[in-house]
C-alpha cells in the first residue's frame, strides 16, 4: 500500500464511450500527477496540479480532461479515445517544497479500447 | 533540457550475478536521483534516492551513487534474486520555483534466472 488508490484497476471502453479514472492519495501531498505509461515507450507526464491548480499540461489530447477537485482527488475524464490511447495510467502525488521530494504512485488503470 | 539516459535492456542475468544499470542525466542545478522500479502488473515504487553529489542510496542490497562529476546515477546490486526481475527507471527531480517534476528514463527491463 503507497497511499495512492487508484480505480478501476483495468477499464475496457469502446470509442464513443466516456469513462472516468479515479485517483485518491491519502499522504496529505499536495501535487498530483497523471502519467502515461505505453509499451516500448517512456512514461509520458500528462498533467501536474499543484495546489489544485493544473501547472503543466504537455501537449495531451483534449480527448483528456483532468479535473482536481481537492489535493486529495485527482481525475482523468476520458471521451471518444483512439486504440492507441490503450496503455498504463499512473498516478502519483508529492509533497512541494519540502525536503522529501519523491513522488509516490499507485498500481495504475489498465486501459484497453477497443 | 532535462533528461534522464539509462542503458536498453533488456538485462538478462543468473541468479546471485552482479546487476549494473547504467544511468546518466543532463540537468540545470542540483537535481535529487532516483531509482524507481516496476514489478509486473505493479505501478511504480521508490527504490532509493540520493539527493546531493556523492550521497548513496541503497535499499534492498540495492545501491546508486550520486556522480556530479560524471553526471551519473549507476544502479549496482552484488547478488540478484529471481524477485528482483522488474523494471528499473532512473529519475530526477527538477525544480522550478515551488513547481517540481519527475522526470524518467525509459526503463530498463531485469530478468533473473534460476
Known amino acids: 500500500e503507497t497511499g495512492v488508490t487508484q480505480t478501476p484497476r483495468h477499464l475496457v471502453m469502446g470509442m464513443t464511450n466516456k469513462k472516468s479514472l479515479k485517483c485518491e492519495q491519502h499522504?496529505?501531498?499536495?501535487?498530483m500527477y497523471w502519467y502515461k505509461q505505453s509499451a516500448k515507450k517512456p512514461l509520458e507526464l500528462m498533467f501536474v496540479?499543484?495546489?489544485?491548480?493544473?501547472?503543466e499540461n504537455n501537449s495531451v489530447p483534449s480527448r483528456f480532461s483532468p479535473e482536481c477537485p481537492n489535493s486529495s482527488h485527482l481525475f482523468l475524464h476520458l471521451h471518444t479515445l483512439q486504440p492507441e490511447d490503450s496503455a498504463l495510467y499512473l498516478c502519483a502525488s508529492s509533497q512541494l517544497g519540502g525536503e522529501n521530494t519523491e513522488a509516490f504512485f499507485g498500481q495504475g488503470t489498465r486501459l484497453t479500447v477497443v | 533540457g532535462n533528461s534522464v539516459t539509462q542503458m536498453e535492456g533488456p538485462v538478462t542475468l543468473s541468479e546471485e550475478a552482479f546487476l549494473t544499470i547504467n544511468c546518466t542525466y543532463t540537468?540545470?542545478?542540483?537535481?535529487?536521483l532516483f531509482w524507481y522500479v516496476q514489478y509486473p502488473g505493479e505501478g511504480l515504487q521508490l527504490l532509493l534516492k540520493a539527493t546531493k553529489a556523492d550521497d548513496k542510496g541503497s535499499n534492498k542490497g540495492f545501491e546508486a551513487t550520486y556522480r556530479k562529476e560524471t553526471t551519473s546515477f549507476h544502479l549496482e546490486k552484488g547478488s540478484v534474486q529471481v524477485s528482483d526481475s522488474a523494471v528499473y527507471f532512473c529519475?530526477?527531480?527538477?525544480?522550478?520555483?515551488?513547481?517540481?517534476?519527475?522526470?524518467f528514463g525509459k526503463g530498463t527491463k531485469l530478468s533473473v534466472k534460476p
Open positions: 540537468a540545470t542545478g542540483y537535481p535529487s
Open positions: 529519475a530526477l527531480w527538477t525544480y522550478g520555483g515551488s513547481q517540481g517534476n519527475l522526470i
Open positions: 496540479y499543484n495546489f489544485k491548480e493544473q501547472t
Open positions: 499522504l496529505g501531498h499536495n501535487a
